[in-house]
């Protein structure tokens, strides 16, 4: 997906020779995934030129990022708190990332007024 959203539509080699060198997965691989993810209806086939076909995210990055954190909110009950614990815990949580959040919150709690 990451390279469906840099470099706009694709084809299988070209999403495969986006990952870097080291630890590249195969070519199969690559296409299995894009082929899964166009039954999931995250991207489709846009064209093809010669035997390749080329695909486009249908699935914007703010769009996949939210769906994936609500699909991990809700492995704990919906509960933010724990995940938010764990960040903490591991330092993958600053201050400044606690005051930007609380920043906007206030922003958002204004909005609703």
Partial sequence: MEALWNK??????????????KG???????QTIVYRLESKGAVRRSKKISNANIFEAT???DDARSRWIDDVLALFGGRSQTVMAHLIET???TMTDIKEA?????????KEK
Avoid: N
């Avoid at 590249?24 to 690559?30: H, K, L, M």
């Avoid at 609380?102 to 204004?110: A, T, V």
């Fill in 91 to 93: 330092g993958k949580l």
């Fill in 24 to 30: 590249r997965p195969a070519y199969t691989t690559v």
């Fill in 8 to 21: 706009g539509a694709s084809s299988v080699r070209e999403i495969h020779d986006d990952f870097p060198k």
């Fill in 102 to 110: 609380e920043k906007l919150l206030r922003e958002m709690s204004r």
């Fill in 59 to 61: 699935v914007s990055r």
